[in-house]
């Protein structure tokens, strides 16, 4: 069997392409929509059988935040629920609002300078699909350009999952010591030890059967040490720690090495954004802003039951960490509805931490708990 993006690139095959898109119906040039605030804008609505190819968004907003208050949200034949959910910029790969060039081979964010939204994913439906875009900011969208390309099929097989994103978020605290240490690199005691992933950062939770091929995880460190420790788990299908694929490291996982703090765009992995690169302050060892994704395109965690894909905030989830993602996969319908979305509010980005909260904060440490040596050496 042939494997790879152009393996079946000559395969003759039975469909009619089809385009969705913002053209002036007038014949014009306002090739674009309009969202107001609080608005649901219909992408597409398709019925029958078929598979989205390729969709292409740019938007023009006076909302700074736009990315992260426009919710997209993706329904596959009738299901009332959403199968994809998330901010419109961290499912194309923009964390926190921002726009930078983002490369790989489903998804990117192409110039200029990250403002044209792409994704190659293909969505197949069996009877109906929808596509909308709500804002929940606070500005209205003054132009919102999109192409949504698909083929029409007589009929797509019940082997086709349908593709399946959700958005989650979190701020971490350090679960595994006491006294609300922050435990990373033994700084403070030894290493606990972790024999579960009840406190780990969620990726997914899904039941049904399909198969689970990747994440955009995006993480805004609070601290200038290392927050990649923490391991990578799969269970599937209801099955025990330490399950069938458990990991040894977040660099690991995302196919890196040695805490890597630099920009590197593969088809499949990489660093889309790094604080360490002039992004936040290089000053500042991980402190900032990190976009780490893998996808598994030729790897996918396939479960029959269910699956539930998670990964450690630190060594043993020692660490507090502003944590966002979007993880995708395929399955059967029904599937499950996701917990609720966070409100705008909820979702509007943490500042990173600068050296000058830094110094303020060593300053404060020192005057409370030292004797006034330079450098705050306890006492």
């Not at 306002?30 to 938007?59: C, F, M, R, S, Y």
């Not at 909308?132 to 209205?140: D, H, I, L, R």
Request: glycine content about 10%; some cysteine; proline content about 7%.
């Amino acid at each position: 069997m042939s494997h790879g993006p152009l393996a079946n690139i000559s395969q003759i095959v039975d469909a009619r392409s089809k385009r969705i898109s913002s053209y002036d119906r007038s014949g014009g040039n306002g090739d674009n929509i309009q969202i107001p605030v609080g608005a649901t804008a219909e992408l597409a609505a398709i019925a029958g059988a078929g598979i989205i190819k390729h969709i292409w968004i740019t938007i023009s907003c006076k909302d700074e935040l736009h990315r992260r208050n426009l919710v997209l949200r993706m329904y596959w034949d009738g299901q009332e629920h959403p199968s994809v959910e998330a901010p419109i910029g961290e499912f194309f790969g923009q964390g926190w609002g921002l726009k930078y060039n983002f490369v790989s081979l489903p998804l990117a964010a192409a110039p200029a300078g990250g403002n044209a939204l792409v994704s190659y994913f293909p969505m197949p439906f069996g009877s109906g699909a929808r596509i909308t875009v709500e804002n929940q900011g606070m500005e209205p969208v003054d132009a919102f350009y999109y192409y949504v390309d698909y083929e029409e099929h007589d009929s797509i097989p019940a082997s086709q999952g349908r593709f399946h994103a959700w958005y989650h978020q979190e701020m971490t605290r350090p679960e595994s010591t006491t006294g609300d240490v922050e435990n990373e690199w033994e700084i403070f005691d030894t290493f606990a030890k972790n024999p579960s992933d009840k406190d780990n950062y969620l990726f997914m939770e899904a039941a049904g059967t399909g198969h689970y091929v990747g994440v955009n995880y995006y993480i805004n460190c609070p601290t200038p040490v290392w927050y990649g420790e923490g391991d990578d788990m799969f269970l599937v299908d209801g099955e025990p720690w330490p399950g069938s694929a458990h990991g040894t490291g977040t660099e690991d996982y995302f196919n890196q090495s040695w805490c890597p703090d630099e920009i590197y765009l593969h088809p499949y992995f990489g660093t889309a954004r790094a604080p360490g690169r002039g992004n936040d302050d290089p000053r500042c060892g991980w402190l900032g802003r990190t976009h780490v994704y893998r996808f598994h395109l030729e790897d996918p965690i396939r479960f029959k039951k269910s699956l539930r894909a998670s990964i450690e905030h630190g060594h043993a989830n020692c660490l507090t960490l502003d944590l966002a993602s979007v993880a995708y996969w395929y399955q059967t319908l029904p599937s499950a509805p996701f917990p609720p979305l966070p409100s705008a509010e909820d979702r509007k980005p943490r500042q990173p931490v600068g050296v000058v909260d830094m110094h303020r904060w060593r300053d404060s440490w020192r005057r409370e708990k030292s004797s006034g040596e330079r450098y705050g050496s306890e006492k």
